[in-house]
């Protein structure tokens, strides 16, 4: 025969339950009066200011790899032509190491959008990421030792944090016109010497 127990509602309670408190804080920045959670606040709120910082220091360039020269075991040092701050050299840290993202965004004669820290005494080159890789003209010996040479050129008459808007076209522009069957390779030297010396104020057109 089935048994049924019943539970009934008045149980009796010898201690009584003891009453929750909950502190309030302040409206804005609250910093938790407990020892145990302060100094995990404190952590967190150093890292996230930190971290803000690093981004803060991030410049994002519109640029193009005029020379990449090995430094070290993995990195490379990188001199950039860029539209908002003219010529810089950078620091890819780990740039040689297979796999790496900034393995080819660091090689001579790539254009795209590169992200580098400013620092006091160098930079670094963060991340970047391509628009036009000109793998042609580093496959050609001829079209190498052409955009070579119009590095070196840009390398000398550049500065930095100065607008270079005017020589990166120029320089992206002959590189274009390098990988063209159609256009000879003298002629296009020719155009970038005369265009080179006319942005410089060298010469003037009559």
Do not use: W
Request: proline content about 6%; hydrophobic content about 40%; some cysteine.
């Amino acid at each position: 025969k089935a048994s049924t127990v019943g539970v009934s509602d008045d149980i009796p309670c010898e201690e009584p339950l003891p009453e929750l408190s909950f502190t309030r804080f302040p409206k804005g920045d609250p910093t938790p009066q407990s020892d145990y959670f302060a100094g995990d606040y404190a952590e967190a709120k150093q890292a996230e200011n930190h971290e803000q910082a690093m981004q803060e220091d991030l410049i994002e360039l519109t640029a193009l790899v005029l020379s990449s020269a090995p430094i070290g075991e993995y990195d490379r040092r990188v001199v950039l032509l860029t539209r908002e701050r003219g010529r810089i050299a950078c620091f890819a840290r780990g740039a040689r190491r297979p796999g790496n993202p900034l393995m080819a965004p660091s090689l001579a004669f790539c254009f795209g959008s590169y992200r580098v820290r400013a620092g006091r005494n160098s930079n670094v080159l963060v991340e970047a990421k391509l628009n036009a890789y000109f793998e042609k003209i580093r496959s050609d010996i001829a079209l190498t030792c052409y955009a070579s040479y119009f590095s070196e050129v840009l390398q000398y008459v550049t500065r930095e944090n100065s607008d270079a808007s005017a020589l990166l076209l120029l320089a992206f522009q002959s590189f274009r016109a390098l990988e063209s069957e159609r256009i000879p390779n003298r002629l296009v030297r020719a155009v970038f010497e005369i265009r080179l010396v006319i942005s410089e104020g060298e010469f003037l057109p009559p």
